[in-house]
């Protein structure tokens, strides 16, 4: 038997719960099913502020403007003859002005209840967090606020449970993550956080839209998983009694349509990671993944940057955004086009003055060691392209703080990417692969895309052998993949963006969990 949560004992939850029943005796519905809804707090705001509409007795006689307005109550204060409340909707606050004579609530007959006028009952059973309805005229008061002159209100929900204390009971950033509602209701800048990310997805999806890209979707559960180098979630599909995976990418299905004739295609959509958490890291979160047929990373490149460009003009008008680099410490960022770009070791030369060229494998696993910068089981299986790639992101990714494309990297560290064009390149094992940083983190991860069958079976060998020796970031080899670059697929430029952390960019918030409604939680010990 499932017993009562530890609430349910507590004064202000058996008060509201009394209130609730005394509400249904007066014959007041606290749950209606609907409620017309004409205007929000914000809307009125920009529209009467500055407008001369009338005072209360205007209002009182319904010659100002009319509104119909919901929200929760969050302020109420009684002074006699009349009381004033705040009620906050979706969009922010406005004032209510009740009146003993004048105002209604709905299902309230007064007669039945020896003329008590609605006001006391509204004083005495609703309590601030209540979701009321208010249908008046507006006026402004005397210091020249904008009220809504209540002329009848309707319950549409009583609440049990009290708002938090915004001082004491959300302090706590992890009551704050694991009760999101609460943050919503007690922080309006919260909000706005969400408001501004939902913005951000919908100038993706515009300036996709302006270069002729289609939006697909692809499948999450996969029986193979790849497209990048990291520990799938596994489960199971009982129909077939066969092992599936989440998502880690959305490279092959894409890669797919493109081998299909879909010329240019994306998708935004949840991968999944099982890897760890901090403040740039959820085991879920939201991908951007495109691609083009005959494009390449040069192309790539100026697509990303005028990418970020127009969504910073879009969001704030100016491509300089204000943004922490710690709890305590904001800088701007330039997100204006064209970006820095630099190879991944000569950005070991100008940033750590580090000579990668010049040094040998085992200087560089000296090296790595004795920063404790990785693990020394891993060493075993580094090439030396890996090891250069862990040498760029101990030594130099903090220092890219504004925007920088990091270009021509060593063709271990994909096996997706095409050679270097360039002869000389090519021979370094380089290959047309590029990273943005920003604030020292990726943002995004693009190629030049390969597209011969031969090499691209020999890469993912190489990873599956890696994966049996025992990296479980290392992907299985995928037969359905090379198959379908066997039966041809045209020039493609590809890449991917983490829309969290783009987020977090452009609304200037220093956590991942600040930007997702849902962030993982650890489980509460019982």
């Not at 709905?106 to 609605?118: I, L, R, V």
Request: proline share 5%; glycine share 6%.
């Amino acid at each position: 038997m499932t017993g009562k949560p530890e609430y349910h004992s507590h004064e202000e939850f058996i008060n509201r719960t009394q209130k609730l029943k005394d509400l249904k005796n007066l014959t007041i519905e606290p749950y209606p099913h609907k409620f017309n809804v004409n205007a929000h707090a914000s809307s009125l705001h920009q529209q009467y502020d500055s407008q001369q509409i009338g005072h209360s007795d205007d209002a009182m006689s319904g010659t100002t403007p009319k509104a119909t307005v919901a929200g929760r109550l969050v302020l109420f204060r009684s002074m006699g003859k009349n009381a004033f409340a705040h009620i906050q909707d979706s969009t922010g606050r406005i004032q209510i002005m009740f009146n003993r004579d004048q105002t209604e609530l709905t299902g309230y007959n007064p007669e039945s209840n020896e003329g008590q006028p609605a006001l006391k009952v509204i004083e005495k059973k609703i309590d601030l967090g209540d979701i009321i309805g208010v249908e008046g005229f507006l006026f402004h008061t005397n210091k020249g606020e904008l009220t809504l002159f209540a002329k009848k209100v309707t319950l549409l929900s009583k609440t049990l449970l009290p708002l938090a204390d915004k001082h004491a009971g959300l302090a706590d950033k992890e009551i704050r993550y694991r009760k999101r509602w609460l943050d919503l209701i007690s922080n309006e800048e919260v909000g706005q956080v969400f408001r501004n990310r939902s913005k951000v997805f919908k100038l993706i999806r515009d300036y996709f839209h302006e270069y002729n890209f289609l939006e697909v979707e692809t499948p999450v559960l996969q029986s193979i998983y790849g497209g990048a180098e990291a520990k799938p979630f596994i489960t199971r599909l009982n129909a077939l009694d066969q092992e599936m995976f989440m998502r880690i990418s959305l490279e092959i299905p894409l890669k797919k349509l493109i081998v299909g004739g879909m010329d240019r295609v994306f998708e935004i959509g949840r991968v999944f990671r099982n890897e760890g958490i901090d403040r740039n890291h959820n085991p879920e979160f939201t991908l951007l993944e495109a691609y083009a047929s005959y494009w390449d990373y040069e192309d790539l490149m100026c697509f990303v940057e005028k990418l970020f460009e127009k969504v910073a003009l879009g969001l704030h008008g100016t491509t300089i955004i204000p943004t922490k680099i710690d709890e305590n410490t904001t800088i701007e960022v330039d997100f204006k086009a064209p970006w820095k770009r630099i190879s991944m070791i000569d950005s070991l030369k100008e940033y750590a003055n580090i000579d990668v060229e010049t040094m040998t494998d085992g200087q560089m696993k000296e090296h790595l060691l004795k920063g404790g910068h990785i693990d020394p089981k891993k060493l075993d299986t580094m090439s030396r392209g890996l090891l250069i790639g862990a040498m760029f992101a101990v030594e130099v990714e903090h220092h890219l703080v504004q925007p920088h494309h990091i270009i021509d990297h060593p063709i271990e560290t994909t096996p997706l990417c095409k050679p270097h064009r360039d002869p000389a390149k090519k021979e370094l094992g380089l290959i047309e692969r590029f990273e943005s940083f920003v604030l020292g983190q990726e943002i995004c991860n693009a190629y030049t895309e390969l597209n011969d069958p031969e090499i691209q079976r020999h890469l993912l060998e190489l990873q599956a052998a890696r994966r049996d020796a025992g990296d479980e970031e290392a992907s299985p080899l995928d037969e359905e993949f090379i198959e379908a670059i066997c039966q041809g697929m045209p020039p493609t430029g590809g890449f991917g963006i983490g829309l969290d952390r783009m987020v977090m960019l452009m609304t200037g918030v220093h956590s991942i969990r600040d930007v997702l409604l849902f962030p993982w939680m650890k489980p509460l010990e019982k």
